[in-house]
Structure formats: C-alpha cells, structure tokens
C-alpha cells in the first residue's frame, strides 16, 4: 500500500483565496484525522471521519474551515476564505477502528499550506 | 478531558549517550500510548505503542518505552545515540472507548558529535 496520501505537498495562495487539500486514506481504514501543526499550537485534531461520516469537529477553527469525506478512498479539507494565520502544515492520517483502539494512525507527508 | 504531557521541548545528547525522552498522561484508567517521531519535512511514523501486554515496550530503531501506572508515564529510551536519531518525538494518548489520539507538544532532539 502507499499509505496515506496528501496533495498537494506545498501550498502557497494570498489571503482570501479558497484553498482545498486533499487526502486519500490507506484502503481499508474506516477512520480519517485531519490534524494541524503549527509551532504555537503542536498538532491539533481539527476534525475526524467514520466511515465517510464526520464524528468530532469541535477542533475546527471557525466556518471558514470545512471538511468532506465523499467516499472511503477521499477526503478534502477547505478553507474560504483563508488568512495568514492559517498557515500550518496540516496532516491527514487514517486508522482501522472499531474495538481495536490499540491500532496506530498512519500519517501522510503532510501539506504545507502558507497564506500571503 | 485526556491530556499528555512532554517535558522538556528540547534535549540534546552526545552520540553514544542515553536518550531519555519523558511523557506523562492523565487518566484514572491507563489509556493507549503512542510514540512518533518526526523527521524534518515528513509525517508522523509510529515508533511504538503500549497496548496493556506489557509494560516494556520495544519499537524502531533500538527505542523502548516502559509503562508505569503508578507515576502515569511512559518514557522513551534509547541507550545509546546515534546521529540519525536526531528529530522531534510525540507522545500520544488515546482514551478507552474514544478514537482521537491527543498528542502531546513534542520533545526536539539534538544529537552532539
């Protein structure tokens, strides 16, 4: 498997634009993380999927920031419209769930999104 | 609400030292723990993780962690340093009955010639 994919990887827009980033989970994985790092805050969960259903999105910042989870092999994070202090790496990461909350979340590269 | 606490946000060791990289978790009932690392430009990977088997727990790259419900902590070790080592290290945390994995703030290590 090639594990948990993001795009892009880098990601450079001017305030105000819409920016989308993009995941696609490990197979199989019936869970997807969207986390955020910054070196102010460290990771934070900003909201989370079970079986394409959003469970948990208290750690989303605010309405300009939405998540969608069409199918099981895709998911896309956005932000409309963004501003500089959105600038962060943001991280997707997939896991099997259920009774096995012993098992690990796989992380992608991350997408290195940057606000002008 | 879980937490998970690193001390330190640095440490920095010699090559061929002891790393020792500290996390503590609060929770009445022992949680899951994890333990990541990061390389610079690069996603979270899974070093190892505790899941009530045993108390020692052995992972990548020569790093065990050992679990102690009595001081809620589950320390990362390494017994002697090598260059490549050199990255920022997360402690996880993940709650009976919940999904979410809280991490921590994460420990830099710098590894000194």
């Known amino acids: 498997d090639a594990g948990v994919i993001q795009s892009p990887r880098h990601e450079v827009t001017e305030m105000g634009q819409e920016v989308t980033l993009r995941c696609k989970p490990i197979?199989?994985?019936?869970?997807l993380f969207w986390y955020r790092q910054t070196m102010m805050r460290g990771l934070e969960l900003l909201i989370y999927f079970n079986n394409n259903v959003p469970i948990d999105d208290s750690g989303m910042p605010e309405d300009r920031f939405s998540a969608k989870m069409p199918n099981a092999s895709f998911s896309t994070l956005k932000i409309q419209p963004s501003e500089p202090r959105d600038s962060a790496v943001y991280f997707c990461a997939s896991s099997v769930g259920g009774e096995r909350l012993y098992t690990e979340a796989f992380f992608g590269q991350g997408t290195r999104l940057t606000v002008v | 609400a879980q937490s998970v606490t690193q001390l330190g946000s640095h440490v920095s060791v010699s090559e061929g030292a002891l790393v020792l990289l500290r996390c503590n978790y609060s929770?009445?009932?022992?949680?899951?723990l994890f333990w990541y690392v990061q390389y610079p430009n690069q996603g979270l990977q899974l070093l190892l993780k505790?899941?009530?088997?045993?108390?020692l727990v052995k992972g990548i790259n020569g790093f065990e962690a050992e679990f102690k419900k009595s001081e809620t902590s589950f320390h990362l070790t390494k017994p002697s340093a090598h260059m490549s080592d050199a990255a920022e290290y997360f402690c996880?945390?993940?709650?009976?009955?919940?999904?979410?994995?809280?991490f921590g703030q994460g420990t830099r290590l710098t590894i000194n010639p």
């Open positions: 929770s009445s009932v022992p949680p899951y």
């Open positions: 197979s199989g994985h019936d869970y």
């Open positions: 996880a945390v993940r709650n009976q009955g919940a999904q979410k994995l809280v």
């Open positions: 505790y899941t009530s088997a045993a108390t």
